[in-house]
């Protein structure tokens, strides 16, 4: 089955923790995204990779950092420097960064702070 | 800078109805695309249909429609023989050099 996961599911963090978020894409897509939904909002961009050991900075990047050393893993690290990080997280991927590329998203993660 | 707008924040209607979602955006770009996703109560964020500027002919998918008017950015979608199963959050979203998703409609399809 090829597709997008997300793990966890659901994720706590105290105050002044780091924590991670896992995207892995088995579609052999070259492009991965990270983005952030808050209640009564669309989606924002967190953080975007067009190709492995490249990745650029969305809209609201703050707090925030990823790495790309795979093709098939996009992890979002959410910092302490995040002061407001409660959202639900979506990862996504599309073949490749062209404009004309489907996204193809993930079931996502809901961080909560304890 | 980029906008995309849906002016519908939740609406309801009998299955079997038709219903329509409005969208309107701005861009300064000639090329662009533009998306329409559905999000269940599951939150899966699911493609329904999308439109490149700069063809013509109104994208359509099944049951699912879209009215593209270049020229007013208007992108709606409409939804015909409405069924329960499309109930959910609908996000229209504009992809030129980046993406910009709307606030959604939030769309109930009543028994």
């Known amino acids: 089955d090829g597709g997008i996961t997300q793990s966890p599911k659901y994720l706590f963090r105290k105050e002044g923790q780091n924590v991670t978020l896992s995207c892995e894409q088995n579609?052999?897509?070259?492009?991965m995204y990270w983005y952030r939904q808050d209640p009564g909002q669309g989606l924002r961009l967190i953080y975007y990779?067009?190709?492995?050991?490249?990745?650029q900075k969305g809209d609201i990047a703050e707090g925030y950092s990823v790495s790309r050393e795979k093709k098939e893993s996009f992890p979002l690290t959410v910092t302490s420097a995040q002061k407001n990080p409660t959202a639900f997280y979506l990862c996504?991927?599309?073949?490749?960064?062209?404009?004309?590329?489907?996204?193809?998203f993930g079931p996502g993660t809901r961080l909560l702070v304890l | 800078a980029q906008t995309v707008t849906q002016s519908q924040p939740e609406m309801s209607v009998q299955e079997a109805e038709t219903v329509t979602l409005s969208c309107t955006y701005d861009?300064?770009?000639?090329?662009?695309?533009l998306f329409w996703y559905k999000q269940p109560p599951s939150r899966q964020m699911i493609l329904v249909i999308r439109?490149?500027?700069?063809?013509?002919q109104n994208a359509t998918e099944n049951r699912f429609s879209v009215n593209f008017q270049k020229a007013a950015k208007s992108f709606s979608l409409k939804i015909s023989d409405s069924q329960l199963g499309d109930t959910a959050m609908y996000f229209c979203a504009l992809r030129d050099d980046k993406i910009i998703f709307g606030k959604g409609t939030r769309l109930h399809i009543l028994p």
């Open positions: 990779s067009q190709i492995v050991n490249d990745f």
């Open positions: 996504a991927s599309s073949i490749d960064g062209r404009l004309k590329e489907t996204q193809y």
């Open positions: 861009t300064s770009e000639n090329n662009y695309y």
């Open positions: 439109q490149e500027a700069y063809k013509q």
């Open positions: 579609l052999n897509h070259d492009a």
